[in-house]
Nanobody
Framework: QVQLVESGGGSVQAGGSLRLSCAASGYTDSSAHMLAWFRQAPGKEREGVAAIYTGDGSTYYVDSVKGRFTISADNAKNTVYLQMNSLKPEDTAMYYC???????????????????????????WGKGTLVTISS
């Protein structure tokens, strides 16, 4: 069973930066899979933020974070990061790490490319880390 543990959340002022980390354990081989960050603000639905495919490092972002957030993965450490710059009060949320089981390149592009942000294909979830941005 894959387990995900997030860290790096905190409180910063608008315009500041934070780096979230998510350590994955329990993968029994090095087959390619998806890693992603989601967030949920109080009273709102969960939304996908960014996703990365460990097979080739390709990424997806939602429009609201493009140019400000960067997702990356260290396959050797089984860790995914989310560098968040130019933070805004509307980025305040609980941030969750998610991961999939094995995904082929075709599935990444043709199946999950348009649906990852809804959580499709994500098999494992962390418990979250809180990010609070003050104005």
């Amino acid at each position: 069973q894959v387990q995900l543990v997030e860290s790096g959340g905190g409180s910063v002022q608008a315009g500041g930066s934070l780096r979230l980390s998510c350590a994955a354990s329990g993968y029994t081989d090095s087959s390619a899979h998806m890693l992603a960050w989601f967030r949920q603000a109080p009273g709102k639905e969960r939304e996908g933020v960014a996703a990365i495919y460990t097979g080739d490092g390709s990424t997806y972002y939602v429009d609201s974070v493009k140019g400000r957030f960067t997702i990356s993965a260290d396959n050797a450490k089984n860790t995914v990061y989310l560098q968040m710059n130019s933070l805004k009060p509307e980025d305040t949320a609980m941030y969750y790490c998610a991961a999939s089981a094995f995904v082929t390149p075709y599935q990444w592009r043709a199946v999950y490319g348009g649906s990852w942000y809804l959580g499709y294909g994500m098999d494992y979830w962390g418990k979250g880390t809180l990010v609070t941005i003050s104005s």
